[in-house]
């Protein structure tokens, strides 16, 4: 990077003004991503400047080390949440996370960033009080570096290639992380076959937060509400069986572990009970399905019985459970998915 | 609407010191196919979404092709999954038979 330039060299409302003429923010003014700043951010990786990190769909913008810098500058981040955004944008390129579909569908769900292990606290990425809201910059501007990194890079353009119907404020930033320090059981993570100790990013494709309250502490019946909620005949997951999540309180997880709930309990509870007869989700139009079955719900399902219980999801371990919310409230969240799956990485530091 | 930096924003950029955030290859490498002189008596391809409109919209559309332009074939196909690009095989077959492809996105 030659001609160095100090940012105290740059007037600050002509560079925000430059940024919104050229359509390369979210809507919000950027931080002006100069030369002398983007080099922190990459010196800080250990990586080439351009170090091929994704081609990222739609359009197969080559994401290098120094444009994710230049979009994380923007998007006001610190130089040291540069390995969190890279691993993320990483772990979108997975197959499974179908990442073109995820940013060009009409859907209502956009990627959601997780972050678990040691890392989150380090950054201060937020997994308490108001975990999915306005505060910290370590969530609003991880997360806002990676959508302007989708949208930049990628070419996913609301309204052109991407088609969602109605968006999401998480398209903005959705980012959080799973607060170890109240999660009574193995981090979010370990069901990747990660070390505890380690830290890693999970992305998923969510919709926006649902909440489910209960006041009470019976680990079934509070179950069976969260299993009645993840089962609505508007969910899309009851049509398409992808991926779905669980976000646990705290109040709501300390009384299920000192019940005996383990993780796996759950997922099987829920999957178990998070179910609709063929009969009802006919009203939610024909079977949506892959080419040789007609419909993707599970095999076990015969979709021309009306009495067969169709699960929200293909099988229990499909139900991802991460803990995370300020305590003394009687809250859970659900996270309605889209189709595809969660994808966990490591994060690799400099 | 996202673009990639033409002359005289790379010199705005620079004389303010600015990096720009776009792979700017990835706006240019995308173009519409050819466009043919006419597409009467021609084979059309019809690929399909495999959502539950797309064929309702893409026969209606086969239709008023073979009435106005008298195709020689029309070749229907449905993509494996919607979310996903059409598979290999799939637009080879489509590439190797027709002269020209008609397709549709959402729902």
């Known amino acids: 990077m030659s001609n160095m330039v100090s940012s105290n060299a740059v007037d600050l409302g002509d560079?925000?003004?430059?940024?919104f003429e050229t359509g390369w923010t979210?809507?919000?003014?950027?931080?002006?991503?100069?030369?002398?700043?983007?080099?922190?951010?990459?010196?800080?990786t250990g990586r080439d400047a351009s170090e091929l990190i994704a081609e990222l769909p739609p359009l197969g913008g080559k994401a290098t080390v120094e444009r994710i810098a230049v979009n994380a500058v923007m998007a006001g981040?610190?130089?040291?949440?540069?390995?969190v955004i890279i691993t993320a944008?990483?772990?979108?390129m997975d197959d499974r996370f179908n990442l073109r579909g995820v940013m060009c569908s009409t859907g209502i769900h956009t990627p959601l960033v997780i972050v678990s292990g040691p890392i989150a606290k380090e950054l201060d990425i937020n997994g308490g009080y108001n975990c999915f809201g306005a505060g910290w910059r370590a969530n609003a501007t991880i997360g806002r570096a990676v959508k302007l990194a989708l949208v930049n890079l990628g070419g996913a353009i609301p309204g052109e290639t991407n088609k969602a119907t109605f968006g999401h404020p998480g398209a903005y930033t959705y980012c959080?992380?799973?607060?170890?320090?109240?999660?009574?059981?193995?981090?979010?993570?370990t069901d990747a076959g990660l070390e505890a100790s380690d830290s890693a990013v999970t992305v998923f494709p969510a919709e926006a937060?649902?909440?489910?309250m209960y006041h009470a502490k019976n680990s079934r019946d509070f179950l069976t509400v969260l299993a009645d909620t993840m089962c609505t005949l508007g969910n899309v997951q009851m049509y398409v069986s992808g991926d779905t999540f669980v976000v646990i309180g705290p109040e709501h997880a300390k009384f299920l572990s000192e019940d005996g709930w383990r993780k796996a309990d759950i997922r099987q509870f829920l999957f178990e009970h998070a179910r609709k007869p063929v009969r009802e989700l006919r009203h939610g139009g024909p079977p949506q399905g892959d080419a040789d079955r007609g419909h993707f719900w599970p095999r076990f399902v015969d979709a021309n019985d009306d009495d067969q219980m169709v699960p929200v999801v293909r099988a229990a371990d499909r139900i991802h459970i991460m803990v995370a919310g300020g305590r003394?409230?009687?809250?859970?969240?659900?996270?309605?998915g889209w189709g595809s799956r969660r994808v966990t990485l490591k994060i690799e530091r400099p | 609407m996202v673009s990639a930096p033409g002359a005289d924003l790379k010199a705005r950029l620079s004389d303010m010191g600015l990096l720009s955030p776009v792979d700017p290859d990835a706006y240019s490498k995308w173009r519409a196919a050819p466009r043919l002189e006419t597409i009467h008596g021609r084979v059309g391809g019809f690929l399909g979404n495999r959502k539950a409109n797309a064929s309702l919209l893409l026969q209606g559309v086969k239709e008023l092709l073979n009435r106005d332009f008298e195709l020689r074939d029309g070749i229907e196909v449905d993509k494996y999954v919607y979310s996903r690009p059409a598979a290999d095989d799939i637009i080879d077959d489509?590439?190797?038979?027709?002269?020209?492809?008609?397709t549709c996105i959402a729902d």
């Open chain 1, 176 to 189: 959080v992380a799973e607060d170890q320090d109240i999660n009574p059981w193995e981090p979010l993570h």
């Open chain 1, 89 to 92: 944008l990483q772990a979108m």
């Open chain 1, 328 to 336: 003394g409230g009687p809250h859970s969240a659900y996270l309605p």
């Open chain 1, 77 to 83: 981040c610190l130089p040291e949440h540069m390995p």
């Open chain 1, 209 to 212: 937060p649902h909440n489910i």
């Open chain 1, 26 to 44: 979210d809507g919000l003014p950027v931080v002006p991503p100069t030369e002398d700043r983007v080099k922190k951010f990459v010196d800080y």
């Open chain 2, 94 to 102: 489509l590439a190797s038979q027709c002269d020209f492809v008609v």
């Open chain 1, 15 to 19: 560079a925000i003004d430059l940024m």
